[in-house]
């Protein structure tokens, strides 16, 4: 079994700046990439930006040069550092993990969703 927490999420100016957090826990042997995505009202799921394990990382271009992605592996935690903050970011963020698990002595693998943090940019 394995959980994502997210947090960081809120209600911002424009122009604002927000730091998203994803933890991942439970039978965790190893966590190849782990990413944002964001689903605004009558849209769908769209990614933001993802992360693999080596630190290689890729954007949405609606994002790029405002948000910044990155991980710390030891705590099996994903960020999403988010500048420039424009209303048209305002959504809820979830995060995904591409999990690799140890259970009864064979590695499984499958993906994982946090319940999803609202984001929020008006004045």
């Known amino acids: 079994q394995v959980q994502l927490v997210e947090s960081g999420g809120g209600l911002v100016q424009p122009g604002g700046s927000l730091r998203l957090s994803c933890a991942a826990s439970?039978?965790?042997?190893?966590?190849?990439?782990m990413g944002w995505y964001r689903q605004a009202p009558g849209k769908q799921r769209e990614l933001v930006a993802a992360i693999t394990s080596g630190g290689s990382t890729n954007y949405a271009d609606s994002v790029k040069g405002r948000f910044t992605i990155s991980r710390d592996n030891a705590k099996n935690t994903v960020y999403l550092q988010m500048n420039s903050l424009k209303p048209e970011d305002t959504a809820v963020y979830y995060c995904?993990?591409?999990?690799?698990?140890?259970?009864?002595?064979?590695?499984?693998?499958?993906?994982?969703w946090g319940q999803g943090t609202q984001v929020t940019v008006s004045s």
């Open positions: 995904n993990a591409d999990v690799v698990l140890y259970y009864s002595g064979s590695y499984l693998t499958g993906g994982y």
């Open positions: 439970g039978s965790i042997f190893s966590i190849n990439a």
